[in-house]
């Protein structure tokens, strides 16, 4: 169901000043956020939308119903702020989405997104192949079943009467672009993280094609994240805004989130912690380290963003509240409890892939699991060690980064959970780093605001991010606590190496044993 959120209108230095809308298209909402050239947010509005699970593993949403959010929320802001003051409109989106349209353009398929796991016999068979890690490393991508090219191995093999109907296969940013101008274009950052991008050559990857089952023809151009488009005509009229306005193609959410809090300079890392997680750092050149455990993904001309997303950040804690605290009533609570516990949890680790997991290992196997229980430990201890597993799995993200040889130097942090004190010392002392914190217009809807100033010319270079964040507070690691945690990472790391057998017998028995 469609869910308009309340538009939000601010007040810049000058009022009279161009602004460019940043769409990001995330997986729950579309947010549309006007910002000035220096940075002022001029206002904001948000559509909500559903998540299909139709079958276990699919997770789907329909292409129109985001069509109708991205056209209310700019349309609100228009209103807001005024048409004739909006120099452009430059989008992000959520990566790793799949869409199959006919050859005359009509939708053939819902939207599947990341946490589509449908997939997951897929990836493991390709990931042990001969040729897995090589296709991991050529285009930058995981092979995991958040990758498009994974699903279109699904759909060749269980669905090809469909796909013999599929002119072309494109992305929810595509689909929402093709509506809006007229063109299907996909920008080399979404490329990048389809799994069916040379990265080196910027070009289709024909192995990956082959693999898939499908022809350059039935993709988008392939163009720069500054390409600029123009709104059509009548979609120009409906929302308020002068034909021919520009549209700046822009990027995938996850490498515009570095440009939300300025992490645009080697050795700095932006971290997401919210729902999921994400550690990425920008370079010069792509590079994925010799294990695979990265992923490599375009931002603009000559950058690119290395790192890993893990599945399973402040969900965590939903589920600690509700399993294991049900008589508590907030997370507040819930994180004084945590507080209560040492840290290390008494030798208690959780591994929390609650909903399976990514980085670094890109395997859809694991699941949850406590180790080191005993009747010593109490549910102070299970909820610290939740805390403590999402963010040693973080640090196993930036021990890979370190491995494909990028150096770190400075962790800047956003997201829901970090605003609890708790949770910004666990992970500055996993991570055994500094963790900035910064205020501002954080996010990838300014993201994609500083890329369409750039497209259009009114900045000069992305470095302009870095210059409009504030950092606000640095949490130091604590030396006992950071040794302590270096010595449970390898233990911690070792889980998901011993449980392999366990959790591939789980899911093969998993179906024949309801929950209730």
């Avoid at 006919?102 to 398929?109: E, K, R």
Wanted: charged share 15%; glycine share 12%.
């Amino acid at each position: 169901m469609l869910e308009p959120q309340t538009a939000q209108g601010g007040t810049g230095p000058d009022t009279r000043s161009p602004v460019i809308l940043g769409v990001d298209i995330g997986t729950t909402a579309t947010k549309v956020v006007a910002f000035t050239v220096d940075g002022s947010l001029e206002g904001g509005a948000e559509y909500g939308y559903d998540l299909l699970t139709p079958h276990p593993g699919y997770a789907e949403q329909d292409a129109e119903q985001i069509l109708t959010a991205v056209r209310q929320a700019v349309a609100d802001v228009v209103k807001l702020v005024g048409g004739g003051r909006i120099a452009g409109l430059s989008f992000s989106s959520a990566m790793h989405t799949l869409i199959g349209l006919s050859p005359d353009m009509a939708v053939l398929t819902p939207s599947s997104t990341w946490a589509d796991t449908r997939a997951d016999v897929q990836a493991e068979r390709i990931r042990a192949g001969a040729g897995g890690l090589a296709l991991h490393r050529r285009t930058g991508t995981p092979v995991h079943p958040m990758s498009p090219l994974v699903r279109l191995v699904w759909y060749r093999e269980q669905e090809p009467k469909l796909c013999e109907r599929v002119g072309f296969w494109c992305g929810i940013k595509e689909f929402v672009l093709l509506r809006l101008t007229g063109s299907l274009v996909m920008d080399h950052s979404l490329a990048s993280c389809s799994g069916l991008l040379d990265l080196q050559g910027l070009s289709w990857d024909e192995e990956a094609l082959q693999l898939a089952g499908i022809t350059p023809e039935q993709l988008p151009e392939l163009v720069p994240t500054t390409h600029v488009l123009t709104l059509s005509g009548e979609i120009a009229a409906e929302l308020g805004l002068p034909e021919g306005t520009p549209v700046v193609v822009g990027a995938g959410d996850g490498p515009l989130a570095n440009l939300g809090v300025g992490a645009v300079r080697p050795g700095m890392v932006a971290c997401s912690l919210g729902t999921s997680g994400a550690l990425r750092v920008v370079v010069d050149r792509p590079v994925v380290d010799p294990l695979g455990r990265v992923f490599c993904y375009a931002l603009v001309p000559g950058l690119w963003v290395v790192g890993g997303a893990i599945n399973n950040g402040g969900v965590v804690m939903r589920w600690a509240l509700d399993a294991l605290t049900p008589d508590l009533d907030s997370e507040a609570e819930l994180l004084e409890l945590a507080a209560q516990a040492p840290a290390g949890s008494g030798g208690l680790l959780m591994m929390p892939s609650l909903l399976s997991e990514r980085a670094p290992r890109w395997s859809s196997l694991p699941q949850g699991t406590y180790v080191g229980l005993t009747m010593a430990h109490d549910r102070t201890h299970l909820v610290r060690a939740a805390i403590e597993g999402v963010c040693l799995q973080l640090s196993l993200v930036l021990e890979s980064m370190r491995s494909a040889g990028l150096a770190v130097d400075e962790v800047r942090a956003t997201g829901g959970v970090m605003r609890s004190p708790l949770w910004q010392q666990i992970l500055a002392d996993t991570l055994d780093t500094p963790v900035d914190l910064t205020e501002g217009q954080q996010g990838s809807g300014f993201g994609a605001a500083v890329l369409g100033m750039v497209a259009l010319g009114l900045i000069d270079s992305i470095d302009h991010a870095a210059r409009s964040a504030t950092v606000t507070a640095t949490v130091r690691p604590d030396p006992a606590a950071a040794a302590l945690y270096g010595r449970l990472r390898p233990i911690y790391s070792g889980i998901y190496d011993g449980l392999v057998p366990t959790f591939a017998a789980l899911r093969r028995l998993g179906p024949s044993l309801p929950l209730s």
